[in-house]
């Protein structure tokens, strides 16, 4: 008995749990790179197209450890828009998705200051800005949030 337990305690170990992430943005193209940026690195991953798409899912297809959301997030079809930073204050407001890590991308102008606007949005609400110039330096960034606190 003490064997059998013992193998099945090792393959435990062996068997590491998949981070999720939930991708939030409405240009296909970034979405996709995520994607593939992601799913290389072994995390799964769920998309949504826009901000009211990523409340759905984050509701039905979580629990999520790490959210990725773009700032400005229009719909195609004239319904209403949910922005990243929307997302962000909505998932703070409720218990079971406030511990939620969280990175706003945004291709924000800086000469006008809206990536410092941002980032100090991000900083309030214990959550990470990322211009979109930076993101083949998220799977980085990623690996920091995400690795187990000792």
């Given at each position: 008995?003490?064997?059998?337990?013992?193998?099945?305690?090792?393959?435990?170990?062996?068997?590491?749990?998949?981070?999720?992430i939930?991708?939030?943005?409405?240009?296909?193209?970034?979405?996709?790179?995520?994607?593939n940026?992601?799913?290389?690195?072994?995390y799964?991953?769920?998309?949504?197209?826009?901000?009211?798409?990523?409340?759905?899912?984050?509701?039905?297809?979580?629990?999520?450890?790490?959210?990725?959301?773009?700032?400005?997030m229009?719909?195609?079809?004239?319904?209403?828009?949910?922005?990243?930073?929307?997302?962000?204050?909505?998932?703070?407001f409720?218990?079971?998705?406030?511990?939620?890590?969280?990175?706003?991308?945004?291709?924000?102008?800086?000469?006008?200051?809206?990536?410092?606007?941002?980032?100090?949005?991000?900083?309030?609400?214990?959550?990470?800005?990322?211009?979109?110039?930076?993101?083949?330096?998220?799977?980085?960034?990623?690996?920091?949030l995400?690795?187990?606190?000792?």
């Amino acid at each position: 008995m003490n064997r059998i337990l013992g193998l099945l305690s090792t393959h435990a170990q062996s068997v590491e749990r998949s981070f999720k992430i939930l991708i939030v943005d409405d240009d296909g193209r970034t979405r996709q790179l995520l994607t593939n940026l992601f799913l290389q690195e072994g995390y799964d991953v769920v998309t949504a197209s826009n901000g009211v798409e990523g409340w759905r899912a984050l509701h039905k297809k979580g629990p999520f450890d790490l959210i990725v959301s773009d700032q400005h997030m229009p719909r195609s079809d004239g319904g209403p828009e949910v922005s990243g930073t929307e997302l962000l204050l909505l998932t703070r407001f409720e218990a079971e998705t406030a511990r939620i890590h969280f990175i706003l991308t945004s291709n924000a102008d800086h000469s006008r200051g809206d990536d410092v606007e941002l980032a100090e949005v991000c900083e309030k609400h214990s959550a990470t800005f990322l211009h979109k110039k930076q993101l083949p330096d998220i799977t980085r960034l990623i690996s920091n949030l995400l690795k187990p606190h000792a």
